[in-house]
């Protein structure tokens, strides 16, 4: 067997542990998307938004005159009163009419669907390879790179679910929003998808037998894995 195998696979594996903290990061933060309505009077307080997976905060926003080309309320940093609430399809009991009139329903709960698909991928692969290590059970990795693959696709796709909610949010004729941008939180969701779905393919052609490194070596010769 290839000597240097566990040390591709462990250095390897610390950067896949690198790419699950940006996924869990992602997913439990309210940091996908910020938006801004207009703003119609300076001097005065507006409202300014940014949300997640599963909540809203609103943030009111003291603005004073900066110039003709500040249309939008924020930027977001800007100190103000902070309120945070659960999207109501999540909890019926809390409100969030400001986004509810906005807002995709569907977009936004497959958004979140396929977020936990991608948590629950990313956990069984990790327990694949810290099987594999505790046992020497080589047979392990396989899967456990196909799990980090699916992870990192089921990520990148609720981040174009999340991407398509917005769109359609600004571009609504009922929508107060006229200014978005994508935050931190969005920006770990799309490198998560990089180093799971890279990292997950690494893992698995470390894993793949070792290829006959002569013409005359067969598969059949080569070291078998133990």
């Given at each position: 067997?290839d000597q240097s195998k566990p040390l591709k696979v462990r250095l390897t594996f610390s950067v896949i542990l690198v790419g699950v903290s940006l996924l869990f990061a992602a997913v439990v933060t309210d940091h996908w998307a910020v938006l ?5 009077e300076y001097n005065a307080t507006c409202e300014a938004a940014h949300f997640g997976l599963w909540r809203l905060c ?169």
């Amino acid at each position: 067997m290839d000597q240097s195998k566990p040390l591709k696979v462990r250095l390897t594996f610390s950067v896949i542990l690198v790419g699950v903290s940006l996924l869990f990061a992602a997913v439990v933060t309210d940091h996908w998307a910020v938006l801004s309505p207009r703003v119609e009077e300076y001097n005065a307080t507006c409202e300014a938004a940014h949300f997640g997976l599963w909540r809203l905060c609103i943030k009111r926003i003291f603005m004073q005159e900066q110039g003709p080309k500040v249309k939008g309320c924020g930027p977001i940093s800007l100190p103000g009163e902070h309120n945070c609430s659960y999207f109501k399809h999540f909890t019926p009991g809390q409100s969030s009419e400001i986004f509810e009139v906005t807002t995709q329903k569907e977009y936004s709960i497959s958004a979140a669907a396929i977020a936990i698909f991608s948590i629950g991928f990313a956990i069984i692969g990790t327990i694949c390879v810290l099987l594999s290590f505790t046992k020497k059970r080589d047979y392990l990795l396989k899967p456990a790179s196909m799990f980090y693959t699916f992870a990192g696709l089921c990520i990148i796709i609720s981040v174009e679910v999340m991407r398509q909610s917005v769109k359609r949010m600004i571009d609504s004729e009922e929508t107060v929003w006229i200014e978005y941008s994508y935050s931190w939180s969005f920006a770990c969701a799309c490198a998560s998808f990089v180093l799971l779905f890279i990292c997950g393919i690494t893992l698995l052609l470390i894993a793949l037998p070792r290829f006959p490194q002569n013409p005359w070596e067969t598969c059949m010769d080569a070291e078998p894995e133990h």
